[in-house]
Nanobody
């Protein structure tokens, strides 16, 4: 059983928008930070945006002002609203959740920004 299930990736033109969702299994207790990382071909995985259980957020400089991370604690779900997408945002996006010292990862969803 997958513990983090992602959805919402796809192909979009430059300047467009996408919304990613990630639902954490109810078997994960005491969820703390949730968020998103990405990995482009030939590059290391990097932080995109994270949000604490209390709602504090942190963003990579490259996405500030364009991406918004949010979460619904009742649904154990984290979202990433991506606006003004650029070709350099093309990557596999991974959901991440931390609970009781354990790091959980989603399977990844492809985001491609191209005309």
């Amino acid at each position: 059983q997958e513990q983090l299930v992602e959805s919402g990736g796809g192909l979009v033109q430059p300047g467009g928008s996408l919304r990613l969702s990630c639902a954490a299994s109810r078997t994960i207790f005491n969820l703390n930070t949730m968020g998103w990382y990405r990995q482009a071909p030939g590059k290391e995985r990097e932080l995109v945006a994270v949000v604490s259980r209390a709602g504090s957020t942190d963003y990579a400089d490259s996405v500030k002002g364009r991406f918004t991370v949010s979460r619904d604690n009742d649904k154990n779900t984290v979202y990433l609203q991506m606006n003004s997408l650029k070709p350099e945002d093309t990557a596999v996006y991974y959901c991440n959740a931390r609970a009781l010292g354990t790091n959980y990862w989603g399977q990844g969803t492809q985001v491609t920004v191209s005309s």
